[in-house]
């Protein structure tokens, strides 16, 4: 097994697009484009990477660009360089200074 | 002080000293603006102005102090400032202002329009700002448009953020 691998989880890199549906227990890295539905406990969108569907997670850390529905459990970090649009519900927030953040937003 | 004590061990008489103290050296050097007809009397006061000035110089700088509305104060109405606003208190209206802070205790209800806003309180209404800071002890609800942002963990944030271009 590759010792980079992680179980229960997806990496999708730079330059990768993937359309569809994933449901990861663990993590989801991405850095490439994602379209559709994702289910995943921690998901990591890297500065490259591109997010827009039906987001369902518990911690969310966005480098790059989320859109859509996106639901966070806990806690959502927009870094600097992210840029979050649609509709957001989340347990906790924190946006760093420059961090772009357009939608609507509820706390549960 | 201490040139009255140089000059008047040279010359003993008070005639000689009239005369004398315009050529003297020591004088001259410890303090040129003395005119000789009044050595003693004039030293203190001529030594002095200078260094007041200088004080006085130092002081006088431009630093803008928010206005306050401190715990307990209510406000409901128009407010428009071009200086600084910070609000521990309550405010319900209409604001237009270069910076508005709302302290921990503090609370804004109504339309907002600033350059700055912070909040560290509770803020609910609609706010157009250039750079936006929401702390951890904040609650906001409402419409929020924004150039710059920035959000702490553990703040509430409830409506809509929206960036401007």
């Known amino acids: 097994m590759n010792p980079n691998s992680k179980p229960n989880s997806v990496f999708i890199g730079e330059g990768v697009s993937f359309k569809g549906s994933i449901s990861a227990p663990d993590e989801a890295i991405i850095e490439g484009q994602f379209d559709g539905d994702l289910t995943v406990s921690n998901l990591l969108i890297g500065q490259t990477g591109r997010v827009t569907g039906t987001i369902k997670a518990d911690h969310v850390d966005v480098k790059g660009e989320l859109n859509k529905d996106i639901s966070s459990r806990h806690l959502l970090i927009v870094r600097s360089t992210g840029k979050v649009n649609g509709t957001l519900e989340y347990g906790e927030i924190e946006i760093e200074r420059g961090g772009q953040v357009r939608g609507n937003m509820t706390q549960v | ?165």
């Open chain 2, 1 to 165: 002080m201490f040139n009255k004590f140089k000059t008047t061990p040279n010359n003993d008489t008070p005639e000689s000293l009239v005369a004398e103290t315009p050529t003297s050296d020591d004088v001259v050097i410890a303090s040129p603006e003395i005119s000789p007809a009044a050595v003693t009397t004039s030293v203190t006061p001529t030594a002095a102005t200078p260094k007041s000035n200088g004080m006085m110089g130092m002081l006088q700088s431009n630093v803008s102090k928010p206005s306050i509305l401190s715990e307990g104060f209510y406000f409901k109405g128009e407010l428009s400032a071009r200086g600084a606003i910070h609000v521990e208190g309550s405010l319900n209206g209409q604001v237009q202002v270069d910076e508005l802070t709302i302290g921990s205790r503090g609370q804004v209800d109504g339309i907002v329009n600033c350059k700055n806003l912070h909040i560290k309180g509770r803020f609910s209404g609609t706010a157009t700002c250039e750079e936006l800071t929401v702390t951890s002890s904040a609650t906001l609800d409402g419409h929020v448009v924004y150039k710059t942002l920035s959000v702490q963990k553990g703040a509430a944030i409830k409506g809509e953020l929206l960036l401007a271009k």
